[in-house]
Nanobody, 123 residues
Framework: VQLQASGGGLVQAGDSPRLSCAAS????????VGWFRQAPGKEREFVSAISWSGGNTYYVGSVKGRFTISRDNAKNTVYLQMNSLKPEDTAVYYC?????????????????WGQGTQVTVSS
């Protein structure tokens, strides 16, 4: 499975961009997908995840109520709608396919990773 993340860029605080994660080369619809982010000088952290059907979603506390994850399996794409962005949301955002067992919020069950898209939020 190859993943292509897009939709990042330089935005203003309060803006609402949407990230996309497009997949190819595998049975994308059979797997949960997660978004992680890594800010400069910090470890990669879990942001959000969605089950294969879209019926279950997960968020880190700092984005709950501001970000919404969704998927369109017909288009092999997962989205991350980000609202009310803050400067502390600045990071490289990665999408990944979860193929293993374990918590959705840890990176170990995720095998296939996209290249990341930079989101920079100016105040």
């Amino acid at each position: 499975v190859q993943l292509q993340a897009s939709g990042g860029g330089l935005v203003q605080a309060g803006d609402s961009p949407r990230l996309s994660c497009a997949a190819s080369g595998g049975t994308f619809s059979a797997y949960a997908v997660g978004w992680f982010r890594q800010a400069p000088g910090k470890e990669r952290e879990f942001v959000s995840a969605i089950s294969w059907s879209g019926g279950n979603t997960y968020y880190v506390g700092s984005v709950k109520g501001r970000f919404t994850i969704s998927r369109d399996n017909a288009k092999n794409t997962v989205y991350l709608q980000m609202n009310s962005l803050k400067p502390e949301d600045t990071a490289v955002y990665y999408c990944a396919v979860r193929v293993g067992s374990g918590p959705y919020t840890t990176s170990s069950p995720y095998r296939y990773w996209g290249q990341g898209t930079q989101v920079t939020v100016s105040s």
